[in-house]
């Protein structure tokens, strides 16, 4: 493989970087007189505070610049790739691995396995752990990367190997033991599949983790998601309205047992467990400090608090709409038209939940964020008149107004000539959009 160069992107102004010389195009050679392994290589070394840094300019000129500087201090330079290496891909085969389910013709960077544990310090991506040497293992209790997002979906060895398809996968518990000696502090997820590491493998798994509570800042467990593409993948189903009740039971026994001994719940449910098995959502206090929301867990109890105290906050206010629509995946739907019920009354406005099917990825799929623009341009055609659509923006590619069919905000908007607005999973800027405030 060719060896990778690292640009420099961007040069900030009023910098030491600018003050030097530092241009963009120039190409990173090494610092101190070794080469940067990577971006949590290179935040080490910027720790120093006298600097040697080696670059080299686009016409082949050696710059070298003996940079001496307080001990946070940036010099100001941004790099591509931003990583600076290539990220590390997954090497397991997981039978329940959502990217193996996508369809057909999407873009390149969909189908990118992503199991890199810088990214799981720097992001909190949720990594295994299948593929890092003992040398990097060493590298991260050395320099205490802390905390981790560990993907762990069984605690018992051999389940784990065949759920994953990987025999690193066997080294969980060797793996717990490291981060424990090392004070290296997790936050932990199980992707469940019903029939096989749920019920007592749940249980299992749930007490042996219980061991290492001291190192596990929190856990969840999610239920497999399922699209229609699943052809010559490992046979699977979703859950029903009882198995998800044995779920929440299973979970609610250990958060009882952690809270009695150590003063916390430990580990939570996703909502579409709560949802799938028609189980009303713990309250507020009950999800702690929120540590999964990435995961599902919490979503519909903060956006309540968040519309409760909004609503109480904006006092009288009538909106300037006189019907909205707001469009939403089935299965935040009831906790949706509810929300709009009390806005409704509230601010003096007619609002419609619009309940979208996902015919892109198959009706088993059911969340917002995993809805696409044709999907949702369908759903609009069919809606009626009305002064603004509403859409979550978990719906768009994180800093765009794109869909994960590629296609656009505008294009959605062109072919129903509805005004679309996007707003972020957050009960008061619900409210405020409601409002016509921006």
């Not at 519309?307 to 707001?326: D, M, Q, T």
Request: aromatic content about 8%; overall charge negative.
């Amino acid at each position: 493989m060719d060896e990778l160069k690292v640009m420099v992107s961007d040069v900030e102004k009023n910098s030491i970087a600018e003050e030097l010389g530092v241009s963009v195009g120039d190409i990173l050679v090494g610092i101190n007189g070794r080469k940067v392994l990577d971006l949590l290589d290179y935040m080490d070394l910027m720790l120093n505070e006298k600097l040697e840094v080696e670059l080299e300019a686009e016409n082949g000129e050696i710059k070298v610049l003996d940079i001496e500087k307080e001990v946070y201090e940036d010099i100001g330079i941004t790099f591509e790739p931003n990583l600076m290496s290539r990220p590390k891909s997954c090497k397991n085969k997981c039978a329940f691995c959502f990217i193996d389910q996508d369809a057909p013709n999407m873009r390149d960077t969909v189908y990118f396995k992503d199991d890199d544990w810088r990214l799981s310090y720097l992001y909190g991506n949720y990594v295994t752990f299948t593929n890092v040497s003992d040398e990097e293992l060493e590298r991260i209790c050395k320099r205490h990367y802390s905390p981790m997002f560990l993907s762990v979906h069984s605690m018992r060895p051999e389940l784990r190997v065949k759920l994953m398809k990987n025999p690193n996968a066997a080294k969980i518990i060797d793996l717990f033991e490291k981060f424990k000696q090392n004070d290296i502090m997790l936050n932990c997820q199980f992707v469940l599949c019903p029939g096989i590491n749920d019920g007592e493998e749940l249980e299992y798994s749930i007490s042996k983790l219980y061991e290492y509570i001291d190192i596990v800042d929190s856990a969840a467990v999610v239920p497999v998601g399922l699209t229609k593409f699943r052809d010559g993948l490992t046979p699977l189903r979703e859950y029903t309205k009882d198995e998800a009740m044995q779920v929440l039971i299973t979970v609610h026994k250990w958060q009882d047992k952690a809270l009695k001994e150590h003063g916390r719940r430990f580990i939570f449910a996703s909502d579409e467990f709560y949802i799938k098995a028609e189980h009303e959502v713990p309250d507020f206090d009950a999800l702690e400090d929120f540590a999964q929301i990435e995961n599902g867990v919490g979503l519909v109890t903060r956006f309540a608090e968040e519309f409760a105290c909004a609503l109480e906050k904006i006092g009288k206010h009538s909106s300037p709409y006189k019907r909205i629509v707001i469009a939403t995946g089935v299965s935040a739907h009831a906790f949706m038209s509810e929300i709009a019920e009390v806005a409704s009354e509230a601010l003096n406005v007619r609002i419609d939940v619009l309940k979208v099917e996902n015919k892109f990825f198959g009706k088993s799929i059911t969340v917002a964020g995993l809805l696409t623009g044709g999907d949702i341009a369908e759903a609009l055609m069919d809606c009626g008149e009305c002064d603004i659509v509403l859409l979550p923006q978990v719906m768009f590619r994180s800093g765009t107004e794109t869909f994960l069919d590629n296609v656009t905000l505008s294009d959605v908007a062109k072919k129903t000539g509805k005004k679309i607005k996007i707003v972020p999973v957050d009960g008061e800027c619900f409210v405020n959009a409601v409002c016509g405030i921006d």
